[in-house]
């Protein structure tokens, strides 16, 4: 009695979370911090760079290309996130009320284990004008064949729609295991009060679901805003610029035209957009408190 | 807490060595036996170089040259990101348009020096290729190859449509009517009842085969399609090649060339670019969605291979109003500033520069080699493989038959720049006037 001594797990805490803060130190911290200073300076990868000030921030804002790749990339992330939640949320409600196969569940997640790079070549292939399996299909229905990556209009829609059947499984099944959480026994008392599948997906499940939504639709957008993969393998950001979407600009002024200060300037903004962004939506739609409380 | 401190240090100590530790192991150098790096990007291409690495090593025991073989399409980003953690290889394969920006960062060593010293002769290459990668008294390469464009054809579709070989050796062009050049290309334009382009029943929104393929994305010299016509037509891109500081893409003469593009789009003989294919033009052709487009001589081997389904052959270029002009261009290889052995590099340059070498390379048949001798050889090769391939060796030997593709400094702006100007002018939301001379005056300020 009294030989017990309070043990103060914090010290060993820190031991077992040094590995991940040196990771994040070396591979996150540190080179955020070194994008932040490029972007105050002229640098081209060759050479040394040398202190520019706001110079790369004034020219963004004036880069009239800058601002068509974020309208562009605000098109494709509109397209995609609704398309995509929309039909995420229909079929995890399916998933849920009607049938709980777990290969069901397996199959929904396949698009999404399918690197994106081979995504992109797959659609590729199918979407192509001349030897594409889909304009065949049009062209043998009557209908006239499409240049999905090479009409300006179709361009975008197009790739907002391949990514969109690349991840509706795996957003379905995050909101899926949300309604997971809603208790049963509200289902069996609204069952019992004769309210049909509709009302109860309208009055129960959408409003239960709402700050695993939040989350969801935070982590998809910032996930959409991201979009590079697609763009590259399908249409390099043509045609003309309808799909030079924010990331695969940044890339080109770092990686083809080797102005890494200039790049990491707009990379600095983009970050603070989705801070913003982010911070809105999750006021908005008050993720950190659930209804069930 | 004393303890976990020395851990944490010594988890610190543990990735900052891993981080060191990959940086500096390049110390081969002193011993005398000394290890080159050497990169290209030609798959084809590596056997033969393969072959002229192994002759070098037995001509100098101490030397060993290590191949690395980068796709294209990863080439210049590795190059640059290797330069920049000063990790570059000694020797890289160099291509005319991205080298400025490495000769204004000073990455490549000046050869002159060695040039003199060693009486390297100039004049055993292919005329003007050795200065491609000269500026202001310095030298940054030996040539080593060329290329040149011609057109390509699927032989059994266009002698259905009753157009013999020979009918393809003299064809004329001019932005007005096409020439003789459009009345081929009418003819191998065929719709999905077999009708061709020339018959007054065309049916120009079911065609089953197009005349002709362009290619849109083609940046800012149009190396494959429109650059060579518009030269014909009297276009020069830039004030001064190499290392212009002015261009000219507001030239009418170009807006022409373009407008005759659009207008075979308009009359069917070719894809329209928002319905054309994202496939590339050989694979297209092979599919037998088109008869005609331009080939550079570096797509031999893929247009005559052996098992190609489809029969190939190539014709001449047609002549344009100031006469038959096509791109021609030379890889040089470079040898990094930086790099430790300077005297081996050289040495093994020379050596890629010598008829040692070409001749080995040249006579494989994959490319044409430099120095002229060796090109022939090259020549015999293709012969004796079978394949026809004399009208790109005709074309570079023709007086003032060629030109060189424009070389200066923000190639890759420009390239941008150019090609989103003429999509747009083919898309039809420009004219092509209009977006050109918007895009030249974008070029010139980067050069303010």
Known sequence: MGQLRQRDDRRVGWLFVAPVLVGFAVFYAYPAAR????????????????????????????????????????????????????????????????TRSVVLRATLLLPWLVPNVTIGLLWMWLLDTNLGFVNHLLHAVGLGTVGFFTDANWAMPAIAGINTWAYTGYTALLLYAGMLQIPQHLYESAAIDGAGELRIFARITLPLLRPVLALVLVVSLIGSFQIFDTVAVTTKGGPVSATRVIYFFIYQQAFSYFHMGYAAAAAVFLALVLGVFTFAQLRLLRASNSDLA | MKRIMTTGAALLTLSLAALTGCTSSDGSGSGGAVTLDYWLWDDNQKASYQACADAFHTANPDITVKLTQTAWAQYWQNLTTQLAAGDAP?????????????????????????????????????????????????????????????????????????????????????????????????????????????????????????????????????????????????????????????????????????????????????????????????????????????????????????????????????????????????????????????????????????????????????????????????????????????????????????????????????????????????LGQSDSATALKKANDQVNALFK
């Open chain 2, 90 to 426: 000694d020797v890289w394969t160099d291509q005319a348009s991205y080298y400025p920006q490495f000769v204004t960062s000073n990455q490549i060593l000046d050869i002159q020096p060695f040039v003199d010293r060693d009486k390297v002769d100039l004049t055993q290459y292919q005329a003007g290729l050795a200065d491609l990668y000269a500026k202001d008294g310095k030298r940054y390469g030996l040539p080593k190859d060329w290329d040149t464009m011609a057109l390509v054809y699927n032989t059994t579709h266009l002698q259905a449509q009753g157009i013999t070989a020979a009918a393809l050796k003299n064809l004329t062009w001019n932005p007005t009517d096409g020439g003789s050049f459009e009345q081929v290309i009418a003819k191998a334009t065929v719709d999905e009842k077999g009708r061709n382009g020339l018959d007054p029943a065309f049916d120009k929104s079911k065609v089953k085969t197009y005349g002709f393929l362009p290619e849109w994305a083609d940046g800012s010299q149009g190396q494959n399609g429109w650059g060579n016509l518009a030269v014909s037509n009297g276009f020069g891109f830039l004030d001064k090649n190499p290392w212009g500081t002015k261009y000219s893409y507001d030239d009418p003469k170009l807006a022409a060339t373009i407008d005759w593009f659009k207008s075979l789009i308009a009359k069917g003989y070719a894809p329209a670019l928002d319905k054309a294919s994202t496939l590339s033009r050989d694979a297209l052709l092979a599919a037998r969605k088109g008869a005609i487009t331009f080939a550079g001589s570096w797509m031999i081997n893929s247009y005559l291979a052996p098992d190609a389904k489809v029969k190939f052959a190539f014709a001449p270029l047609p002549t344009g109003p100031v006469g038959r002009k096509t791109a021609i261009n030379g890889l040089s290889d470079a040898i990094n500033a930086g790099t430790e052995h300077k005297e081996e590099a050289w040495k093994w340059v020379k050596f890629l520069g010598s008829a040692d070498c070409q001749n080995i390379v040249g006579g494989n048949g994959v490319v044409f080699p430099a120095i002229k001798a060796a090109g022939d050889k090259a020549l015999a090769a293709h012969q004796a493989k079978g394949q026809d391939v004399q009208v790109f060796v005709d074309e570079a030997k023709a007086p003032g038959g060629t030109f060189f593709l424009p070389i200066s400094e923000h190639g890759n702006e420009i390239s941008q720049v150019v090609q989103d100007a003429v999509q747009s002018a083919v």
């Open chain 1, 35 to 98: 994008g932040v200073w490029y972007s105050l300076t002229d640098y081209t990868m060759l050479g040394t760079p040398s202190f520019v000030g706001a110079g790369n921030y004034t020219d963004l804002l004036a880069d009239r290309q800058f601002w068509s790749s974020m309208l562009v990339t605000a098109y494709y992330v509109v397209l995609n996130i609704a398309s995509q939640t929309v039909l995420a949320i229909v079929v995890a409600g399916l998933m849920h009320r009607l």
